[in-house]
């Protein structure tokens, strides 16, 4: 948690992600925030979680022009990436990746690691 406080004082977006204790984000003008992890079904492979985390987060940045870039609107995108890589934990390899909507719903039905 101090060191995204002290990144952060970069003027970066700061992401500290903490496997299934979820990740700390902190950006300018907001104070640091903790967002829980979601629950997958079983854990079978954990490689690549980051990775996939990482990726959907871009790729769903990159959609948006930099004024629709708004704080609530990252923390939806946090939360579509840290859901994503809740099912591509539970196979093994590059196997459980599930649709926007599966991801959707995982998000809506509040199952988080507490």
């Given at each position: 948690?101090?060191?995204?406080i002290?990144?952060?004082k970069t003027g970066?977006?700061?992401?500290t992600t903490?496997?299934?204790?979820?990740?700390?984000?902190?950006?300018?003008?907001?104070?640091i925030?903790?967002?829980?992890a979601?629950?997958?079904?079983?854990?079978?492979?954990?490689t690549?979680?980051?990775?996939?985390?990482?990726?959907i987060?871009?790729?769903?940045l990159?959609?948006?022009s930099?004024?629709?870039?708004?704080?609530?609107?990252?923390i939806e995108?946090?939360k579509?990436?840290?859901?994503?890589?809740?099912?591509?934990?539970?196979?093994k390899?590059p196997?459980?990746?599930?649709?926007k909507?599966?991801?959707?719903?995982?998000?809506?039905?509040?199952e988080e690691?507490?």
């Amino acid at each position: 948690e101090e060191a995204t406080i002290e990144l952060s004082k970069t003027g970066a977006h700061i992401f500290t992600t903490l496997g299934p204790k979820g990740l700390y984000y902190k950006c300018n003008n907001h104070p640091i925030l903790h967002l829980n992890a979601y629950k997958p079904d079983k854990v079978e492979d954990e490689t690549g979680a980051g990775d996939c985390f990482m990726a959907i987060l871009l790729l769903e940045l990159g959609k948006l022009s930099p004024e629709d870039r708004t704080y609530d609107k990252l923390i939806e995108i946090i939360k579509l990436a840290s859901a994503s890589s809740s099912f591509l934990v539970e196979k093994k390899g590059p196997s459980g990746y599930k649709s926007k909507k599966e991801i959707l719903k995982r998000i809506d039905s509040g199952e988080e690691i507490i």
